[in-house]
């Protein structure tokens, strides 16, 4: 089976550095994706490690450990308009196809 | 840009309605996905398409089915609807999914109201 784990909300400060979290348990690991999603809105694709270490890109950059099933996003210089929701999405393919299992999302709140 | 558009945004349906839900992507991608949105369920995978004509069954497909007669639209229908199927439904396409950084673009989402 699938399990995802993040928080499910975060504040932070404008400015601020913030770090979401995620966990995950899956037997056909390929791949794993960070999405924001605005309240009302689609999710849009932030990033994707399928390799472990540390990919950056601006102002968020994201983290995975594969022996550990462990990622995290970190935005840096936080602004109001990064207040959304965070998914994280792990692609498997233990039942043959390719597909994406979600988590269940972390709300972010900037505050000023 | 790829674009996947939702044929409504918002739709209110009364149970036992049969109700269709239509996905178009204009990327010419191969793979089509339907999910739905809970709170604190996340986005949970219904159907999924990988060419025309087929179709697998997802985590939830009870009470669901699709259609995909061309590459560009995937359909999602509800036989008879009910209350619990109440919820923002989330189209999804991608070029070839399992391929690196390929990612899924979701349309804008149908917020169904079940009655």
């Known amino acids: 089976g699938q399990n995802i784990d993040q928080p499910t909300e975060m504040t932070a400060t404008e400015g601020a550095i913030v770090q979401i979290n995620c966990t995950y348990q899956t037997s056909g690991f390929n791949g794993l994706f960070w999405y924001q999603q605005h309240a009302g809105e689609a999710p849009t694709f932030l990033s994707y490690n399928v390799l472990d270490g540390l990919e950056e890109k601006g102002r968020f950059s994201s983290f995975l450990s594969r022996s550990k099933g462990y990622s995290y996003l970190l935005l840096k210089e936080l602004q109001m308009k990064d207040s959304a929701s965070y998914l994280c999405a792990v692609r498997d393919r233990s039942t043959g196809f390719q597909k994406l299992v979600f988590g269940t999302g972390t709300r972010l709140l900037v505050s000023p | 840009d790829v674009k996947v558009t939702q044929s409504s945004r918002y739709l209110v349906k009364r149970t036992g309605e049969k109700v269709f839900l239509e996905c178009v992507q204009d990327?010419?991608?191969?793979?089509m996905f339907w999910y739905r949105q809970d709170p604190g369920l996340g986005l949970r995978l219904i159907y999924f398409?990988?060419?025309?004509?087929?179709?697998e069954k997802g985590d939830i497909p009870e009470g669901y089915s699709v259609s995909r007669e061309k590459k560009e639209r995937f359909s999602l229908i509800l036989e008879s609807a009910s209350t619990n199927q109440t919820s923002m439904y989330l189209c999804a396409s991608s070029f070839r999914e399992g391929l690196g950084t390929d990612t899924q673009y979701f349309g804008p989402g149908t917020r169904l109201t079940v009655l």
């Open positions: 990327m010419d991608h191969e793979n």
């Open positions: 398409s990988y060419d025309v004509k087929m179709k």
